[in-house]
């Protein structure tokens, strides 16, 4: 397993992590979660440091930098994207961005391994972002696409079929259907993306080659009027 350190400040919180595996161990994870609206960019850095010390892990050790690429707060996600870009050129090594969505419903599978995620985030104006996706272990990619994420009035969401938990801020946003609601397994509007869960999903595309150049360090919007491409990748 390589050295993948995470970091995510697409929402209120500051978070960070690191994942690697020593010969004939189990997988090691070291993350730090905390609430820091308007100082992620005081906390992130600090955090970092914190998190590798804990682990004993220098930054020279790293083998690539997961970050949290969107969707999320605007200013937040570039943060991220800021900070990840940053050290992926001063270490040499490569990036791999990860759903924010994607990476909630790694978080929900650990609580209802049985159930899909519908995974929302609010996304103000009265929109939300949504993703729905099915978690398998066994899957290269871990986290697999259900209903691709997008942006849309709540009124807008499609129930998903089968059992599933309903995850994150948009199911808080008014007129968000309460059919889906009183349908879910579980409703969890408390639940933030966390970079534990983006290392995760990072390990899994990392181990398919999925990562990109540092230059192509970008946020990911999904509102039409914002004009960001989707991240390139090389192999």
């Not at 946020?219 to 491409?229: I, K």
Request: charged share 15%; aromatic share 6%.
């Amino acid at each position: 397993m390589p050295y993948l350190l995470a970091l995510d400040t697409s929402g209120k919180s500051c978070s960070v992590a690191l994942l690697y595996q020593q010969p004939g161990q189990v997988d090691q994870l070291f993350a730090l979660h905390e609430i820091a609206e308007r100082s992620h960019t005081q906390r992130l850095l600090p955090m970092v440091s914190e998190v590798l010390d804990q682990a004993g892990v220098k930054q020279q050790q790293l083998d690539a930098i997961v970050y949290g690429r969107g969707p999320g707060s605007f200013t937040g996600i570039r943060i991220a994207a800021g900070v990840a870009q940053g050290l992926s050129f001063g270490l040499d090594v490569p990036l791999i961005a990860v759903s924010t969505l994607a990476a909630m419903a790694v978080q929900a599978h650990e609580l209802y391994p049985n159930c899909i995620s519908l995974c929302t985030l609010d996304a103000r104006m009265n929109e939300v972002y949504a993703g729905v996706y099915s978690v398998d272990k066994s899957e290269p990619d871990l986290a697999l696409v259900v209903q691709a994420e997008q942006v849309l009035a709540p009124a807008n969401l499609s129930m998903p079929e089968g059992a599933y938990v309903l995850c994150g801020s948009g199911s808080e946003v008014p007129d968000f259907p309460a059919a889906i609601v009183d349908q879910a397994q579980c409703c969890l509007p408390e639940m933030e993306p966390q970079a534990a869960q983006m290392a995760m999903l990072g390990a899994a595309l990392f181990g398919q080659g999925k990562v990109s150049l540092p230059e192509h360090g970008l946020p990911v919007y999904l509102r039409d009027e914002v004009t960001w491409q989707k991240l390139p990748r090389y192999q």
